[in-house]
Protein backbone atom coordinates (compact mmCIF):
# COMPACT_ATOMS: atom_id res chain seq x y z
CA UNK A 1 0.00 0.00 0.00
CA UNK A 2 1.03 3.67 -0.33
CA UNK A 3 1.99 4.77 2.80
CA UNK A 4 3.33 8.31 1.43
CA UNK A 5 1.71 11.43 2.87
CA UNK A 6 3.16 15.16 3.87
CA UNK A 7 3.64 15.77 7.46
CA UNK A 8 3.26 19.39 7.08
CA UNK A 9 1.61 20.42 10.37
CA UNK A 10 -2.65 21.11 10.44
CA UNK A 11 -3.67 25.24 10.52
CA UNK A 12 -5.33 25.94 13.51
CA UNK A 13 -9.12 25.63 13.06
CA UNK A 14 -11.90 27.06 14.92
CA UNK A 15 -12.58 25.73 18.40
CA UNK A 16 -16.03 26.14 18.01
CA UNK A 17 -16.09 23.37 14.95
CA UNK A 18 -13.94 20.94 16.52
CA UNK A 19 -14.07 20.67 20.07
CA UNK A 20 -15.29 17.54 21.46
CA UNK A 21 -16.72 16.18 18.25
CA UNK A 22 -15.55 12.46 17.63
CA UNK A 23 -13.82 11.59 14.94
CA UNK A 24 -13.10 7.52 14.17
CA UNK A 25 -9.60 6.93 12.14
CA UNK A 26 -9.47 3.69 10.32
CA UNK A 27 -6.36 2.47 8.26
CA UNK A 28 -4.29 -0.44 8.83
CA UNK A 29 -1.35 1.82 8.74
CA UNK A 30 -0.16 2.91 12.20
CA UNK A 31 1.69 5.45 11.06
CA UNK A 32 -1.71 7.14 9.08
CA UNK A 33 -3.66 6.63 12.40
CA UNK A 34 -0.95 8.29 14.73
CA UNK A 35 -0.69 11.02 12.21
CA UNK A 36 -4.01 11.89 11.57
CA UNK A 37 -5.34 11.11 14.85
CA UNK A 38 -2.89 13.22 16.52
CA UNK A 39 -3.27 16.30 14.04
CA UNK A 40 -7.43 16.35 14.92
CA UNK A 41 -7.09 15.68 18.79
CA UNK A 42 -4.26 19.05 18.14
CA UNK A 43 -7.32 20.59 16.52
CA UNK A 44 -10.44 19.66 19.65
CA UNK A 45 -11.64 16.69 17.99
CA UNK A 46 -11.91 13.33 20.13
CA UNK A 47 -10.49 10.59 18.25
CA UNK A 48 -10.62 7.20 18.08
CA UNK A 49 -8.73 4.31 15.77
CA UNK A 50 -9.25 1.26 14.50
CA UNK A 51 -7.03 -0.93 11.88
CA UNK A 52 -9.57 -2.94 10.42
CA UNK A 53 -13.03 -3.09 9.26
CA UNK A 54 -14.98 -5.26 11.49
CA UNK A 55 -12.85 -3.09 14.57
CA UNK A 56 -14.19 0.09 12.64
CA UNK A 57 -17.73 -1.32 13.04
CA UNK A 58 -17.97 -2.06 16.15
CA UNK A 59 -16.53 1.08 17.62
CA UNK A 60 -19.16 2.61 15.37
CA UNK A 61 -21.53 1.60 18.13
CA UNK A 62 -19.41 2.06 21.17
CA UNK A 63 -17.75 5.17 20.01
CA UNK A 64 -20.36 6.68 17.89
CA UNK A 65 -18.33 9.05 15.72
CA UNK A 66 -19.54 12.04 14.35
CA UNK A 67 -17.71 11.41 11.34
CA UNK A 68 -15.39 8.68 9.91
CA UNK A 69 -12.07 8.86 8.28
CA UNK A 70 -11.61 5.27 6.38
CA UNK A 71 -9.09 3.56 4.19
CA UNK A 72 -10.42 1.38 1.16
CA UNK A 73 -7.80 -1.20 1.55
CA UNK A 74 -7.91 -3.15 4.48
CA UNK A 75 -6.54 -6.53 5.75
CA UNK A 76 -10.09 -8.04 6.54
CA UNK A 77 -13.34 -6.36 4.50
CA UNK A 78 -12.83 -3.72 2.48
CA UNK A 79 -13.68 0.31 3.08
CA UNK A 80 -16.63 0.20 0.41
CA UNK A 81 -17.96 -2.58 2.59
CA UNK A 82 -17.47 -1.11 5.80
CA UNK A 83 -19.38 2.48 4.47
CA UNK A 84 -22.40 0.36 3.01
CA UNK A 85 -22.87 -1.01 6.33
CA UNK A 86 -22.37 2.34 7.94
CA UNK A 87 -25.10 3.22 5.85
CA UNK A 88 -27.76 0.88 6.83
CA UNK A 89 -26.76 1.30 10.26
CA UNK A 90 -26.08 4.45 11.10
CA UNK A 91 -26.85 6.45 7.83
CA UNK A 92 -26.34 9.98 9.14
CA UNK A 93 -22.48 9.47 9.85
CA UNK A 94 -20.48 10.68 7.30
CA UNK A 95 -17.66 9.16 5.89
CA UNK A 96 -14.45 10.46 4.64
CA UNK A 97 -12.53 7.90 2.71
CA UNK A 98 -8.36 8.55 2.64
CA UNK A 99 -6.86 6.04 0.34
CA UNK A 100 -4.47 5.27 -2.33
CA UNK A 101 -6.84 4.46 -4.53
CA UNK A 102 -6.66 7.13 -7.09
CA UNK A 103 -8.71 5.76 -10.25
CA UNK A 104 -11.91 8.10 -10.75
CA UNK A 105 -14.16 4.52 -11.11
CA UNK A 106 -13.38 3.76 -6.82
CA UNK A 107 -13.92 7.98 -6.54
CA UNK A 108 -17.37 7.34 -8.05
CA UNK A 109 -17.81 4.30 -6.19
CA UNK A 110 -17.22 5.77 -2.72
CA UNK A 111 -19.10 8.85 -3.08
CA UNK A 112 -21.99 6.88 -4.76
CA UNK A 113 -22.28 4.21 -2.08
CA UNK A 114 -22.67 7.23 0.52
CA UNK A 115 -18.99 8.76 1.04
CA UNK A 116 -19.13 12.55 1.85
CA UNK A 117 -15.43 13.42 0.48
CA UNK A 118 -12.72 11.72 -0.94
CA UNK A 119 -8.47 12.25 -0.22
CA UNK A 120 -6.20 10.79 -1.87
CA UNK A 121 -2.48 9.23 -0.75
CA UNK A 122 0.04 10.88 -0.76
CA UNK A 123 -1.86 13.45 1.19
CA UNK A 124 -1.49 17.00 3.52
CA UNK A 125 -2.55 16.63 6.98
CA UNK A 126 -3.31 20.31 6.65
CA UNK A 127 -6.09 19.71 3.83
CA UNK A 128 -7.55 16.63 5.34
CA UNK A 129 -8.22 18.90 8.57
CA UNK A 130 -9.57 21.46 6.32
CA UNK A 131 -11.65 18.26 4.97
CA UNK A 132 -13.05 17.36 7.37
CA UNK A 133 -14.19 20.87 9.04
CA UNK A 134 -15.80 21.27 5.57
CA UNK A 135 -17.62 17.75 5.71
CA UNK A 136 -18.66 18.52 9.23
CA UNK A 137 -20.01 22.07 8.41
CA UNK A 138 -22.25 20.12 5.75
CA UNK A 139 -23.37 17.50 7.66
CA UNK A 140 -23.42 18.74 10.99
CA UNK A 141 -24.14 22.24 11.29
CA UNK A 142 -26.97 24.16 13.32
CA UNK A 143 -30.56 23.80 12.18
CA UNK A 144 -31.80 26.62 10.52
CA UNK A 145 -35.31 26.11 11.32
CA UNK A 146 -36.45 26.83 7.94
CA UNK A 147 -39.26 24.71 6.01
CA UNK A 148 -38.67 24.62 2.60
CA UNK A 149 -41.68 23.72 0.15
CA UNK A 150 -42.21 23.61 -3.46
CA UNK A 151 -45.75 21.79 -4.79
CA UNK A 152 -46.47 19.28 -2.26
CA UNK A 153 -42.65 18.42 -1.46
CA UNK A 154 -41.95 19.79 1.83
CA UNK A 155 -38.61 19.88 3.96
CA UNK A 156 -38.49 20.63 7.30
CA UNK A 157 -34.95 21.03 8.42
CA UNK A 158 -35.51 21.42 12.63
CA UNK A 159 -36.88 17.75 11.82
CA UNK A 160 -34.60 16.93 8.97
CA UNK A 161 -37.59 15.57 7.30
CA UNK A 162 -38.80 14.74 4.28
CA UNK A 163 -42.49 14.36 3.24
CA UNK A 164 -43.99 14.13 -0.36
CA UNK A 165 -47.78 14.47 -0.48
CA UNK A 166 -48.04 13.99 3.05
CA UNK A 167 -45.81 10.87 2.89
CA UNK A 168 -42.74 10.59 4.51
CA UNK A 169 -39.44 10.05 2.00
CA UNK A 170 -36.49 8.14 3.38
CA UNK A 171 -33.07 9.90 2.44
CA UNK A 172 -29.20 9.63 3.19
CA UNK A 173 -27.30 12.52 4.77
CA UNK A 174 -26.38 13.30 0.77
CA UNK A 175 -29.71 12.74 -0.83
CA UNK A 176 -30.87 14.90 1.34
CA UNK A 177 -28.33 17.73 1.44
CA UNK A 178 -28.66 17.61 -2.36
CA UNK A 179 -32.53 17.78 -2.38
CA UNK A 180 -31.66 20.76 0.29
CA UNK A 181 -29.56 22.46 -2.33
CA UNK A 182 -31.89 21.78 -5.17
CA UNK A 183 -35.13 23.25 -3.00
CA UNK A 184 -33.17 26.33 -1.98
CA UNK A 185 -32.57 27.21 -5.75
CA UNK A 186 -36.02 25.78 -6.79
CA UNK A 187 -36.86 26.84 -10.39
CA UNK A 188 -33.15 28.13 -10.74
CA UNK A 189 -31.19 25.95 -13.41
CA UNK A 190 -27.82 24.22 -11.62
CA UNK A 191 -24.95 22.83 -13.24
CA UNK A 192 -23.41 20.27 -12.15
CA UNK A 193 -20.43 21.75 -11.03
CA UNK A 194 -22.33 23.81 -8.91
CA UNK A 195 -24.24 20.78 -7.54
CA UNK A 196 -21.06 18.32 -6.93
CA UNK A 197 -19.24 21.54 -5.66
CA UNK A 198 -22.02 22.40 -2.87
CA UNK A 199 -22.68 18.83 -1.65
CA UNK A 200 -19.48 17.01 -2.19
CA UNK A 201 -16.82 19.98 -2.50
CA UNK A 202 -15.01 17.70 -5.09
CA UNK A 203 -14.03 18.19 -8.36
CA UNK A 204 -14.50 15.26 -10.76
CA UNK A 205 -12.49 16.67 -13.55
CA UNK A 206 -15.95 16.71 -15.59
CA UNK A 207 -17.07 13.13 -13.88
CA UNK A 208 -20.56 13.84 -12.99
CA UNK A 209 -21.49 9.91 -12.97
CA UNK A 210 -22.01 10.35 -8.86
CA UNK A 211 -23.89 12.95 -9.48
CA UNK A 212 -26.36 11.42 -12.22
CA UNK A 213 -26.67 8.20 -9.44
CA UNK A 214 -27.77 10.79 -6.66
CA UNK A 215 -30.72 12.64 -8.82
CA UNK A 216 -31.73 8.99 -10.23
CA UNK A 217 -31.89 8.23 -6.08
CA UNK A 218 -33.51 11.26 -5.84
CA UNK A 219 -36.11 10.27 -8.87
CA UNK A 220 -37.32 7.44 -6.92
CA UNK A 221 -37.87 8.75 -3.91
CA UNK A 222 -39.05 11.90 -3.88
CA UNK A 223 -41.13 12.14 -7.94
CA UNK A 224 -42.99 8.59 -7.17
CA UNK A 225 -46.35 10.47 -7.92
CA UNK A 226 -46.99 13.20 -10.31
CA UNK A 227 -46.12 15.95 -10.88
CA UNK A 228 -42.33 14.80 -11.16
CA UNK A 229 -40.63 17.51 -9.75
CA UNK A 230 -37.12 17.48 -10.77
CA UNK A 231 -35.99 17.96 -14.26
CA UNK A 232 -32.94 17.41 -16.66
CA UNK A 233 -31.57 20.81 -18.51
CA UNK A 234 -29.99 19.07 -21.64
CA UNK A 235 -26.31 20.07 -21.50
CA UNK A 236 -26.48 22.46 -18.45
CA UNK A 237 -27.53 20.49 -14.71
CA UNK A 238 -30.45 20.12 -13.19
CA UNK A 239 -33.65 22.46 -11.73
CA UNK A 240 -36.56 21.60 -9.35
CA UNK A 241 -39.45 22.93 -10.59
CA UNK A 242 -43.25 22.11 -10.95
CA UNK A 243 -43.85 21.20 -14.78
CA UNK A 244 -44.73 24.00 -17.02
CA UNK A 245 -48.14 24.58 -18.32
Known amino acids: MNTAFSAAPAAPAGAELSAGRRVLVVDDEDSIT ?11 YS ?11 ALLESFRPELVILDVMLPDIDGFNVAERI ?32 V ?39 A ?3 RRSGKLVDLTATEYRLLRYLLVNARRVLTRA ?17 LETYISYLRKKVDFVEPHLIHTVRGVGYVLRPPRD
Open 34 to 44: ELVAMALRYEG
Open 47 to 57: VETADSGYRAL
Open 87 to 118: RRERRDVPVLFLTARDATEDKVRGLTIGGDDY
Open 120 to 158: TKPFSVAELVARVQAVLRRTGGASTGDRLVLADLEMDDD
Open 160 to 162: HEV
Open 194 to 210: QLLDHVWSYDFGGDAGV
